[in-house]
């Protein structure tokens, strides 16, 4: 869509493409709400952006060598109709899957950068970038948080004035975490709705089921879960063993993590009752460490569970109920790199580096079968390309390609 000047509370802004350095407060409520009262307006309103920052008409719908169709804004004689809303476009649920939308970040792609990313349930996609910390990306305090909203070109949400260590987002709130603060943002007005201060530093979050949770403290020593509803002032604990928890996994039954070094899976429903079953595996800790055994996603009915052994040189994937924790129910070889499959609105799909020799030495994301591990009607991508998270529901893969800028794949 053309450049465009929206007229957001408390503040007036222009967006422009493809500059995307100068701050934008994110906004697509009030835009979808505003959208035929702006459409009068737009003409005065795009007047006062600058024409500079326009991109060429021949830039539109320009695809790339992959074959997607990389996001920019048309001519600038694009009527301003243009303020309709972003649209996410839909996976298919069968057949060979293909990389629908391509979305330029603006950064400069590295070896040695970290990202922090979140997809919200309408398919926005949240990203912050920093050096890659003994594994885990951060980012330093007021970096830019950008937002891959729909179709739209990428633009900068936010920037926290936090450590950035986390992100989750809902269909309300864009939440950032890091250091002994939680601030919530409101996805509407961009806008700071809420800040919490937690007991120690925040190290991953998840939300789903109308709360946010967060997992406190360092990977290797004594922490926190704690559970908050964003529409209110309290941090209630509701968990204290989170050593070795290096990722979690939620759904509408609630928040789930594996603790004691893989021995025990835990479930934080939305109430907070907390229920604990064993995983009923075995993690060889001087060969594959305590935190072999981590929750990944839930897929439909069932928790997604991988156990990664041999110091990542071997990995399976097991299956337990959500609901009752029963399992393992399937026990699915895998390769380091892959079986770490998230459900979405494509069905389960997973993401395999090349190292994993799943997709003929080359990274891909496909549909995975559960029972057997397999991948299939997979996208593949340049064998020198490094992965971020795949995130859903609408599959997204954050893509690092060996030079250039970092994208945004939209997959389906």
């Known amino acids: 869509m053309a450049p465009r000047c929206a007229l957001r509370w408390p503040r007036r802004s222009c967006v422009k493409a ?61 009527s301003p109709s243009g303020l309709s809303a972003p649209t996410v476009p839909a996976p298919s649920t069968s057949g060979p899957l293909r990389v629908l939308l391509r979305d330029p970040l603006p950064v400069q792609s590295s070896a040695f950068l970290g990202v922090v990313a979140a997809e919200a349930p309408d398919g926005a996609v949240f990203a912050a970038f920093g050096p890659q910390q003994t594994g885990t990306p ?20 936010e920037h926290p004035a936090i450590p950035l260590a986390a992100l989750a987002a809902d269909s309300t709130y864009l939440y950032a975490g890091g250091g002994n603060h939680i601030i919530a943002y409101s ?28 997992v406190l403290g360092s990977v290797g020593g004594p922490g926190q879960v704690v559970e908050i509803s964003p529409g209110s002032a309290a941090v209630t604990t509701v968990g ?29 429903s939305p ?12 993690v060889n800790q001087q060969l594959s460490g305590p935190a072999a055994i981590q929750a990944i996603s839930v897929i439909g009915n069932q928790l997604f569970v991988v156990h990664d052994a041999g110091q990542g040189l071997d990995s399976s994937s097991q299956t337990y109920d959500a609901s009752t924790l029963a399992g393992p129910q399937e026990n699915a070889p895998g390769t380091a790199g892959s079986n770490h499959a998230i459900g979405s609105l494509a069905g389960a799909v997973d993401r395999s580096g090349p190292d994993a020799m799943d997709c003929s030495a080359a990274g891909c994301v496909g549909r995975y079968n559960v029972a057997t591990g397999a991948i299939t009607d997979a996208v593949t991508f340049p064998q020198s390309d490094r992965f971020g998270p795949l995130l859903g529901p609408y599959p997204a893969l954050i893509v690092f390609p060996p030079s250039g800028r970092v994208h945004v794949d939209r997959i389906g």
Do not use: H
Request: glycine content about 10%.
């Open 18 to 78: 493809p500059n995307f350095l100068d701050r934008v407060p994110y906004d697509v409520a009030v835009r979808r709400l505003l959208a035929a009262a702006l459409i009068g307006s737009a003409a005065l309103l795009i007047a006062g952006c600058s024409a500079g920052s326009q991109k060429p008409a021949a830039a539109a719908g320009a695809t790339s060598p992959a074959g997607a169709t990389v996001s920019a804004s048309p001519a600038p004689s694009a």
């Open 138 to 157: 951060a980012a330093p305090a007021g970096t830019a948080v950008y937002v891959v909203d729909g179709d739209e070109p990428a633009q900068v949400a």
């Open 187 to 214: 996805r509407a007005t961009g806008s700071v709705a809420r800040t919490w201060t937690v007991a120690s530093p925040v190290r991953l979050m998840a939300a789903g089921a109308g709360r946010l949770w967060a």
């Open 240 to 268: 204290t063993d989170t050593a070795n928890v290096t990722s979690v996994a939620a759904g509408p039954l609630g928040l789930y993590y594996v603790e004691s070094g893989g021995a025990t899976i835990v479930r934080i």
């Open 271 to 282: 109430n907070g009752t907390r229920l604990e079953a064993p995983t009923r595996q075995t």
